[in-house]
């Protein structure tokens, strides 16, 4: 068993699978199902430390993909309910919060809990759609050279690039 485990995170640190597995795992983690891609983002960093920048990019390109998801989520979501509600929408102050920030609101897309939701929210009140993926790209970019950055020099010993 343990021969077929170390088999396949071989295989998946491949470039040609890791990368992928990355974009697809972070994709679906920025959507709004609980998912964390961290861990498979240092992981394939850890089996082939050659592939940091290249995992940090395709890592971002895909949860940015996934925040776009719930954006247009959280905007057929809205439109599902004003033909359902015909009602007047009142706002919370969250919701005024972020209608006030706008777009620069979705740097904080990458948070864990509340970051999903708010791209959810940013399609639900129809902010401008370029501006929020280009944010949304901006904070998830951070986040990732942050975190698996961070592991990367804090266990310099195991790392050689």
């Known amino acids: 068993m343990e021969a077929w485990l170390q088999s396949l995170l071989a295989a ?4 040609q699978y890791g990368l ?3 974009f697809v795992v972070s994709t ?6 609980p998912m964390a891609s961290v861990p498979a983002v240092y992981g394939l960093v850890k089996l082939n430390p050659a592939l940091f920048w290249p995992a940090i990019l395709v890592a971002t390109a895909g949860n940015t993909l996934g925040g776009a998801i719930s954006y247009w989520m959280g905007l057929g979501a809205e439109a599902a309910y004003e033909k359902i509600a ?4 009142h706002d919370a102050r969250a919701l005024a919060w972020l209608r006030h920030w706008g777009p620069p609101a979705c740097l904080l ?3 864990p809990v509340v970051g999903d939701p708010l791209c959810a929210v940013a399609g639900w009140l129809r902010l401008p ?3 929020c993926v280009m944010y949304m790209a ?3 970019f951070l986040r990732y050279v942050f975190y698996v950055g961070g592991l990367y020099w804090a266990a310099p010993g195991a790392w050689r690039l």
């Open 12 to 15: 998946l640190a491949l470039p």
């Open 20 to 22: 992928l597995t990355v």
């Open 28 to 33: 679906i983690s920025a959507t709004l199902l």
């Open 86 to 89: 015909h009602a007047e929408r």
């Open 109 to 111: 897309a990458w948070l």
């Open 129 to 131: 759609f370029w501006p």
């Open 138 to 140: 901006i904070g998830k």
